[in-house]
Nanobody, 121 residues
């Protein structure tokens, strides 16, 4: 099972960003899917996540600018971030919290490889 991220790159200030993350391979259960981001030398911080039921949480820094969605198959999560600012320039990481098998206890956090976003000042 792995995650493949797409999107990212250079986006002009005020523009929009769309990131997608597709999971390949089968799992037993999905708790949540979403995105974190990390600046050099800093901790990885939440951007937004979504559960299969559609419950979402997002960071205060992106509230009002972020839309997150999950497909019906619960394999792809998409993030749209609007009104981009230079401080949005970081590496974005996809996360899936999953159970591989029915008998697993707890959920495993599966991370993508990261995709860079740059918003020039």
């Amino acid at each position: 099972v792995r995650l493949v991220e797409s999107g990212g790159g250079i986006v002009q200030p005020g523009g929009s960003l769309r990131l997608s993350c597709a999971r390949s391979g089968s799992v037993f259960s999905v708790k949540r899917m979403g995105w974190y981001r990390q600046a050099p030398g800093k901790e990885r911080d939440l951007v937004a996540t979504i559960t299969p039921r559609g419950d979402t949480i997002s960071a205060d820094s992106v509230k009002g600018r972020v839309t997150i969605s999950m497909d019906n198959a619960k394999t792809t999560v998409t993030l749209q971030l609007d009104h981009l600012k230079p401080e949005d320039t970081v590496v974005y990481y996809c996360i899936n919290e999953i159970q591989y098998y029915k008998l697993c206890t707890g959920y495993f956090k599966l991370w993508g490889q990261g995709t860079s976003v740059a918003v020039p000042a």
